[in-house]
């Protein structure tokens, strides 16, 4: 049987202009994924199509929140699901905002970490479609005995430094606290050159460089508020690339690559992770805020939008777990008491691993810290 990296790997680094021969060698790594006990069938045919599955929308019965913390059932682990590792003794109170929140796994985070008592914005780029979320999540609570789980949501371009400028403002002038940062949102091996409202390539702008703008502006909010927690959604596909990050960012069309943009916006990831849990530790108040990267599972989600249908198919026949199931190591990381004073990680299965070399790389990060201030300065972010 094929390994869970083998798998994934198989998944995520092939070329939509690579099928043929290797299709049917990383379909054939995948089918024990295709066709494991615990994912049913229709999460497979849910996955691919972008959906939720209706069991997913329901909230499992109050023994089974925080069971595996507990020790009522199996440890934290890959089939561990969002509410069996959602500690709720920490929550209530507390602040939470939840990019990509309306799907995927951000919306089974922002669901439990709302089950538990705080107060979550969701934070969309289509304002319509978060609010319809929010009412599915209110159902699902409210039907689990949460009479007025408290949701807010928030309209966030990550794809626009203004439009993330305009929400940090906003948000500070209010004089609100922040407890809990998930970094959730993005996309995924998009087919064509595409570039941001900025002129940035579409995948550094979404999964690094607006959530590093996001982050950056919030900082002083998140030490004020500390004990805060900041997890980044990053990859096993950070692995992939065979060299250190680029310097030359954002990449340009004419050395465009769908995969290899992905792969290199998810070292980003995890290397802004441990430069942030860095710079914190050296900031006056910082060492109360901890940050943390996160690789969820294979799972076909809404991410995978801009794939054509061969390419959706595939990752919903190679995931290894369901939308739920993906979200656990987000509240793991977000909610556990285990984790307190614990940064500057990489998280997978709901335990710490080893980031790849390229992404252990002290000095790259500080570099690409240092290349994205100075790409966020010439944009007139700061002013």
Known sequence: MASVKGRFYASHFLSRRRFGKATVIAAAAGAAAAVSSFLPCQQAWFGLFGGKAAAELRVPAPELIGSALRGDGPPPGKRSSAWEVLDVSQLPGRTALVTGANSGIGY?????LAYGGARVLLACRDKERGEKAKLEM???????GRANPDFEVVQLDLASLSSVRDFANSFKAQGR???????NAGVMAIPAYTTSADGFEMQFATNHLGHFALTRALM??????????????????HRAP?????LDLPPSAGDYSDWSAYQQSKLANVLFSSE???RLKALKGGEGVTSNAVHPGVISTPLGRQQFLKGRALLGLLQDRSEVQGAATSVYCLTAQAMDGVTGGYFRDCSQGEPSTHAADTE???RLWEVSERLLAEKGFFS
Do not use: F, G, Y
Request: glycine share 0%; proline share 4%.
């Open 108 to 112: 089974h985070t922002a669901m439990a």
């Open 138 to 144: 209110q159902a699902a609570l409210k039907e689990a």
């Open 177 to 183: 606290p922040l407890h809990l940062l998930c970094l």
């Open 220 to 237: 002083d909010t998140l030490v004020a508020s500390a004990p805060a927690r900041v997890v980044t959604l990053a990859s096993e596909a």
């Open 242 to 246: 065979d060299k250190a990050l680029s």
């Open 276 to 278: 942030l849990s860095r």
């Open 364 to 366: 790259a990060a500080k």
